[in-house]
């Protein structure tokens, strides 16, 4: 299996939430780049690359097995201090059109999953992702 960064690994997990309901929304699109812009975790990741590593991810996507093998990488390609950050991006990405689908929710999970984090660490970021987004 081929090894990914942890610019691209970040990104294929934004990606990969954006994608799994069948619609990548211009909101969800929009916040993938205002993360990449925006959070120091990407402060040396060249931003004209968000593009070319998102088209990546999307065409890996498109082969058979390919939600298993984007994980695969996702997983190979993050240190472990980064693994709860890329939790929080997912979420970040599933509620940046106000719904979240199902299938978000099936990706989200396997995702947990696959980066070995607890149900109690996911439980915490999920309500803190929750709390960012609550209206009066």
């Known amino acids: 299996m081929n090894t990914i960064g942890h610019h691209s690994a970040l990104i294929y997990v934004m990606v990969v939430i954006s994608a799994s309901d069948g619609v990548m929304s211009e909101r969800e699109l929009k916040t993938i780049g205002q993360l990449v812009k925006t959070l120091p975790v990407f402060q040396d990741f060249e931003e004209h690359r968000l593009a070319a590593v998102a088209k990546d991810c999307a065409a890996l996507l498109q ?25 929080w991006l997912a979420l970040e990405v599933a509620l940046a059109d106000s719904r979240v689908m199902l299938e978000e929710i099936r990706v989200i999970e396997n995702l947990r999953r696959e980066l070995g984090l607890d149900r109690l660490t996911a439980a915490a970021i999920e309500r803190g992702a929750r709390a960012r987004y609550q209206v009066a």
């Open 63 to 87: 082969e058979p097995e390919g939600i298993h093998a984007v994980l695969g990488l996702i997983k190979a390609g993050l240190p472990a201090h980064l693994r709860e950050t890329a939790f």
